[in-house]
């Protein structure tokens, strides 16, 4: 049973670039959110998308986007990159709410990405 | 605002020698307290989901437990494998919220 994985797993950019990174879920989950994790902080919210929408949104601004495709992966997209965009990226699966109760997040092993 | 606090922030013990993670939370509402562990450059791995006052639960040297206002995770006899930072992480009663609110974790060492 795969989990979830995240690619790349390391990424450097320029300051001003542009960067995607992408999400195929765990097997069974229809539902993906998108943290970021800075060095020594625990992850933030970012975005999460099910049936192809954003549901819900975090404090990022909207050069953080995103997609979720009809096999229920996933892309983030940055514009227009800044220092302080150096963080882990974590992608995250699970069944929508409807279908039980709190169901954990499923964490791939992240996106390293820096801005130099 | 949903606001989650960790303590120690780190903390180095023994192999053997048993403790308590803390962590203390507000919420309007909580669906549900997770605990994760997370190992250096790996994404979090998720431990257990407590719901209500009271609840516990137990894997292995771990065992976790819930208040109105923290949660506990216990480690007994530990062993340098346990070495990881553990997260915890609380989830909103609010219709269709499934944002997990973290705190910055605990990084816990155990010396041989």
């Known amino acids: 049973d795969a989990g979830v994985t995240q690619s790349p797993t390391h990424l450097i950019k320029t300051r001003g670039q542009q960067v995607t990174l992408r999400c195929s879920p765990k097997?069974?989950?229809?539902?993906v959110s998108w943290y970021q994790q800075a060095l020594g902080q625990g992850p933030q919210f970012i975005f999460q998308?099910?049936?192809?929408?954003?549901?819900q949104r975090g404090n990022f601004p909207d050069r953080f986007s995103g997609h979720q495709f009809p096999n229920y992966s996933s892309e983030l997209n940055v514009n227009a990159l800044l220092l302080g965009d150096s963080a882990l990226y974590l992608c995250?699966?699970?069944?929508?709410?409807?279908?039980?109760?709190?169901?954990?997040?499923?964490f791939g092993n992240g996106t390293r990405l820096t801005v130099t | 605002e949903d606001q989650v606090t960790q303590s120690p922030e780190a903390l180095r013990l023994q192999e053997g020698e048993s403790s308590s993670l803390n962590c203390s939370y507000t919420v309007s509402g909580l669906r549900g307290l997770f605990w994760y562990r997370q190992d250096p450059g790996k994404g979090p791995e998720f431990l257990f989901t407590?719901?209500?006052a009271g609840e516990e639960k137990e894997k292995e040297r771990l065992k976790a437990t819930l208040t109105k206002k923290e949660s506990f995770l216990h480690i007994t006899a530990p062993k340098p494998e346990d070495s990881a930072t553990y997260l915890c992480a609380v989830q909103d009663l609010n219709f269709g919220n499934e944002k997990l609110t973290f705190g910055t974790g605990t990084r816990l060492t155990i010396i041989p």
């Open positions: 998308y099910y049936e192809e929408e954003e549901r």
């Open positions: 995250a699966s699970s069944l929508a709410l409807g279908r039980g109760r709190g169901s954990p997040l499923h």
């Open positions: 097997s069974g989950h229809d539902t």
């Open positions: 407590l719901y209500s």
